[in-house]
């Protein structure tokens, strides 16, 4: 699906996205991610913050594997109510662990965040989301 200009700018504006995936009981699970678009898909990688297991263990890839139905929110708060705006992506996810689209997301993710210089998310899996519907909240 193509994305408008308008929106691509506000995605590409946000740090944080909040992700959420569903396993095949039907729990969700919301997290916060971090996260660069290319203009086409979603790009989150398993970094090398603090968890309590295994990469390949987690919780959210567990359910992508389970159920690739996916939601990304992309929001801007301000005190001023008036400024309020989200976009609510809906979207499936897959993983990767190398190849050409592998390389080019650690490319775009260590670009937007200087954090990655230092991490090893080229060698670690990586979430992408292909989105399927876009909506928004609010003026951009």
Known sequence: ???PKEITAF???GRVAHFATVDAGGQPL????CFAF????FFSPIDEKPKQISPHKLKRLRNI?????VSLVIDRWDEDWRKLAYILISGRA???????????????????YRQYHSMAIDQRPMIVIRPLGV??????
């Open 1 to 3: 699906m193509r994305i």
């Open 11 to 13: 995605i590409r504006a």
């Open 30 to 33: 919301v997290i916060p991610i």
């Open 38 to 41: 290319d203009g086409k898909e």
């Open 65 to 69: 594997a389970e159920n690739p139905k």
């Open 94 to 112: 897959r993983i990767l662990l190398t190849g050409q689209k592998h390389r080019r997301a650690v490319t775009l993710l260590r670009r937007k």
């Open 135 to 140: 909506k928004v909240w609010g003026s951009l």
